[in-house]
């Protein structure tokens, strides 16, 4: 098991790693719309901050040897589902079939009061 860190992506802001390696496998933590330099919320606005989240994803799995076109699992995480829409808009600019496997989960609050989380399962040898 080894843990993944970037500079690229927000530093953890609790008791856990941005990502864990174990063998091809790399279990990537959930991702908020923070600023890596900053480290305060990128923007109010719903479609900036799924940009960043989804560029916050990619500077981690480009960590751990990968890209996002190996993550096999997406789960993504919304205060509003009406926003789901967008999260179709952006994924189809940031990955190509065939697309991860996914799930949408509606909730109350996020950390830092983001509107959008995503995690996943990155393979290596999957690409």
């Not at 600019?93 to 949408?104: G, H, K, L, Q, S």
Request: aromatic fraction near 6%.
């Amino acid at each position: 098991m080894q843990p993944v860190n970037t500079k690229l992506a927000p530093e953890a802001i609790g008791t856990y790693s941005q990502a864990i390696k174990c063998g091809e496998t790399v279990y990537l933590s959930g991702q908020i719309p923070l600023d890596p330099v900053t480290m305060q919320l990128c923007s109010e606005d719903i479609k900036l901050q799924i940009t960043q989240v989804l560029e916050n994803l990619s500077a981690v799995c480009e960590a751990a040897g990968g890209s996002l076109a190996h993550i096999v699992k997406l789960n993504v995480y919304l205060t509003d589902l009406r926003h789901f829409p967008l999260i179709n808009e952006a994924m189809s600019r940031y990955f190509a079939a065939p697309y991860p496997a996914r799930a949408a989960i509606g909730v109350s609050a996020l950390p830092r009061g983001a509107q959008v989380e995503m995690d996943g399962i990155m393979v290596l040898s999957a690409k």
